[in-house]
């Protein structure tokens, strides 16, 4: 186990900066995993609203795919709208239980497909759609891989995934459904999400935690090398008005920044100091109109509290203006899943 729990989280304490500001988390899991080796096994709806009322004014948040609650029978193509049937159920909750107290409302829902399929993979669409007719958003299928198996993640993915001409089948099929792609890959696969986001210019891509740059394994002393890769291909992706960037995922072990290992967890101004550079490059290149801040609870939560990790990205953006900070932690998210 990576991560160290609660306790661990509570010895560093903040309040919320800036608590009034409105805020759709777009990237959160929702996962019962009494076997799985990470620190927050169980993380359903009590879990996340727990988080979400910790402090910041989180309206509204997003589901993304995670391999939870497949259907255990039936179509072996069809099994992932599992997870979009217990995702919708647990949004229908949210639902009431805000009614009452104003709590956080899962609003948009990702699922699980695989592409490979080619034309096939329509059905398991039109399965994720009835299963979830009005917050059903799009479709995350992993492409992250390395040389390093280690970094693999629930299932092993081909190398050049992206660029496989059965994968591109199903992958055009998004856009007739008005569904998005989550791209979660690393830094030295960017040229790959570049190719496909140029081949499919009317299908909206949603880059994942910046697009991964790794500092771990080999990538552990070659942080500035890492770096100034991933700015050129980020400042490249930036030229297709179809790709979003999600401004997050640098909490995971895999970034190689080792605050899960501290004794303490880190403050907001320690994780603003060193996201600050990768963000920043973001937004210069993304512009504030495409760039949204993202959670990735409980993933990232093996580094920081709920908390902590907003206050970092507001303090990474302290001096834009009200228009911007209304942007990037909420509006653009509700824009780009079609919330309202």
Same mark, same amino acid.
């Given at each position: 186990?990576?991560?160290?729990?609660?306790?661990?989280?509570?010895?560093?304490?903040?309040?919320?900066?800036?608590?009034?500001?409105?805020?759709?988390?777009?990237?959160?899991?929702?996962?019962?995993?009494?076997?799985?080796?990470?620190?927050?096994?169980?993380?359903?709806?009590?879990?996340?609203?727990?988080?979400?009322?910790?402090?910041?004014?989180?309206?509204?948040?997003?589901?993304?795919?995670?391999?939870?609650?497949?259907?255990?029978?039936?179509?072996?193509?069809?099994?992932?709208?599992?997870?979009?049937?217990?995702?919708?159920?647990?949004?229908?909750?949210?639902?009431?239980?805000?009614?009452?107290?104003?709590?956080?409302?899962?609003? #948009?829902?990702?699922?699980? %497909?695989? =592409? @490979?399929? *080619?034309? !096939?993979?329509? /059905?398991?669409?039109?399965?994720?759609? &009835? $299963?979830?007719?009005?917050?059903?958003?799009?479709?995350?299928?992993?492409?992250?891989?390395?040389?390093?198996?280690?970094?693999?993640?629930?299932?092993?993915?081909?190398? #050049?995934?992206?660029?496989? %001409?059965? =994968? @591109?089948? *199903?992958? !055009?099929?998004? /856009?007739?459904?008005?569904?998005?792609? &989550? $791209?979660?890959?690393?830094?030295?696969?960017?040229?790959?999400?570049?190719?496909?986001?140029?081949?499919?210019?009317?299908?909206?891509?949603?880059?994942?935690?910046?697009? #991964?740059?790794?500092?771990?394994?080999? =990538?552990?002393?070659?942080?500035?090398?890492?770096?100034?890769?991933?700015?050129?291909?980020?400042?490249?992706?930036?030229?297709?008005?179809?790709?979003?960037?999600?401004?997050?995922?640098?909490?995971?072990?895999?970034?190689?920044?080792?605050?899960?290992?501290?004794?303490?967890?880190?403050?907001?101004?320690?994780?603003?100091?060193?996201?600050?550079?990768?963000?920043?490059?973001?937004?210069?290149?993304?512009?504030?109109?495409?760039?949204?801040?993202?959670?990735?609870?409980?993933?990232?939560?093996?580094?920081?509290?709920?908390?902590?990790?907003?206050?970092?990205?507001?303090?990474?953006?302290?001096?834009?203006?009200?228009?911007?900070?209304?942007?990037?932690?909420?509006?653009?998210?509700?824009?780009?899943?079609?919330?309202?």
């Amino acid at each position: 186990m990576t991560g160290k729990g609660e306790d661990w989280l509570a010895l560093t304490r903040e309040e919320a900066i800036d608590p009034g500001l409105p805020i759709c988390d777009p990237h959160h899991h929702l996962w019962n995993r009494a076997d799985d080796n990470h620190a927050y096994p169980h993380y359903l709806l009590d879990e996340l609203l727990r988080d979400t009322a910790s402090g910041h004014n989180i309206a509204k948040t997003v589901f993304i795919e995670c391999g939870s609650h497949y259907r255990d029978s039936g179509p072996e193509n069809l099994r992932p709208a599992g997870e979009t049937e217990f995702v919708e159920a647990i949004a229908k909750e949210s639902e009431r239980r805000h009614a009452i107290d104003g709590s956080a409302i899962v609003a #948009g829902i990702v699922g699980y %497909a695989e =592409f @490979r399929q *080619g034309e !096939a993979v329509r /059905a398991l669409l039109e399965a994720h759609l &009835e $299963a979830s007719p009005t917050r059903f958003r799009g479709i995350r299928q992993i492409a992250a891989w390395d040389t390093n198996s280690e970094l693999w993640h629930r299932n092993p993915v081909p190398p #050049g995934l992206l660029l496989d %001409a059965d =994968f @591109r089948r *199903g992958f !055009a099929c998004l /856009a007739g459904y008005g569904l998005s792609y &989550e $791209a979660w890959l690393y830094h030295h696969q960017l040229p790959d999400l570049l190719d496909l986001a140029r081949s499919f210019p009317d299908t909206t891509i949603i880059l994942n935690h910046i697009g #991964g740059p790794l500092g771990v394994g080999a =990538f552990a002393t070659l942080r500035e090398g890492v770096f100034n890769y991933w700015k050129h291909y980020i400042s490249r992706l930036a030229e297709c008005p179809n790709v979003v960037v999600k401004l997050g995922g640098l909490g995971m072990p895999i970034g190689g920044f080792d605050w899960h290992t501290r004794p303490a967890p880190p403050s907001s101004g320690e994780l603003a100091e060193t996201m600050r550079p990768y963000f920043l490059w973001c937004l210069e290149t993304f512009g504030t109109e495409r760039c949204m801040f993202e959670s990735n609870f409980p993933v990232d939560k093996e580094s920081c509290s709920y908390v902590t990790i907003w206050n970092a990205f507001k303090r990474i953006v302290e001096g834009f203006s009200a228009d911007e900070k209304a942007r990037l932690f909420h509006d653009n998210a509700v824009r780009t899943y079609r919330l309202d």
